[in-house]
């Protein structure tokens, strides 16, 4: 360059030695495409992620599901190819196109009825409603001036083994 000495270093250049006013240009830079990110709508599922990213750039999302819903099934994809799932988020490495984020297999859980007796000597408290499949825990209070070491406590007519009067099952449906 102007027959004198330039060198990189750091991304920046160094003239070694001036002998005189120089002009420097910069050519062929140039932007990076945008691409658009479309995000799932899908009931339950709680999407987070930007709307956009650059040409090259990695791209990360998290999706998070509603405790009412069910993620068993779930399967995600972006651009019809599925994704891997690594330390709660989901990177695409270098944006190469716009990016189309599909999400399936999410469904409501069944809302159960939950029917909890009271007695002559003890009551039982928990929640009147869970969610199929899920667990559910209830409490066993013994009245004062009763004894419950014989108590036997069911539930949909399975014995259930509790600690400290706290039971915990498993919602089968209504």
Do not use: H
């Not at 999407?47 to 998070?64: C, H, L």
């Not at 399967?75 to 189309?100: M, P, Q």
């Not at 399936?104 to 000597?121: A, F």
């Amino acid at each position: 360059m102007w027959g004198e000495e330039v060198t990189l270093t750091d991304g920046k250049y160094t003239f070694e030695a001036l002998d005189g006013d120089k002009t420097v240009t910069v050519d062929n830079v140039v932007e990076r495409q945008l691409f658009t990110v479309t995000k799932p709508e899908v009931d339950g599922v709680i999407f987070t992620g930007g709307d956009n990213v650059r040409e090259g750039k990695p791209y990360t999302f998290s999706i998070a599901v509603d405790s009412a819903y069910d993620s068993a099934n779930m399967e995600i994809t972006v651009n019809e190819a599925a994704v891997t799932l690594t330390d709660g988020s989901y990177t695409i490495e270098s944006a190469g196109e716009n990016i189309a984020i599909t999400v399936t297999g999410v469904v409501k859980k069944e809302v159960c009825s939950i029917i909890l007796p009271n007695g002559k000597g003890y009551s039982v408290s928990g929640a009147l409603t869970a969610y199929k499949g899920d667990s559910y825990t209830f409490t066993v209070t013994v009245a004062t001036g009763y004894v419950g070491d014989a108590m036997v406590v069911t539930a949909n007519g399975e014995t259930v083994t509790g600690s400290s009067g706290s039971y915990t099952i498993t919602v089968e449906g209504d």
